[in-house]
């Protein structure tokens, strides 16, 4: 799977089946050569593009399944966020 491809699906979380948007980026772990966590920017308050405060860091161990149109987490959202 190309990154592109994964940055297309919507990110839901199990937890609450709260939609939390599309990844944006990813961490990488420089040593060990794998990804850490998918990061997926809060959604938007105003006409799409102003006012985030946060991203959710979600962890790869959090991902609970990564099917062709979304990818289901298991996490809790107030440990995902990360201020900006």
Same mark, same amino acid.
Not at 20 to 45: M, S, T, W
Not at 62 to 78: A, H, S, T
């Given at each position: 799977m190309r990154f592109c491809e994964l940055q297309e699906k919507d990110v839901i979380n199990v937890a609450d089946c709260r939609f939390?948007?599309?990844?944006?980026?990813?961490?990488?772990?420089? $040593?060990? #050569?794998?990804?850490?966590? =998918?990061?997926?920017?809060?959604?938007?308050?105003m006409f799409g593009v102003f006012f985030r405060e946060f991203e959710y860091f979600i962890p790869w161990d959090?991902?609970? $399944?990564? #099917?062709?149109?979304?990818? =289901?987490?298991?996490?809790?959202?107030?440990d995902a966020k990360h201020r900006l």
């Open positions: 939390l948007g599309n990844v944006c980026d990813l961490e990488l772990d420089e $040593k060990r #050569g794998c990804i850490k966590a =998918l990061i997926v920017p809060q959604p938007c308050k959090r991902i609970v $399944k990564i #099917g062709p149109d979304i990818i =289901l987490v298991d996490i809790c959202l107030d």
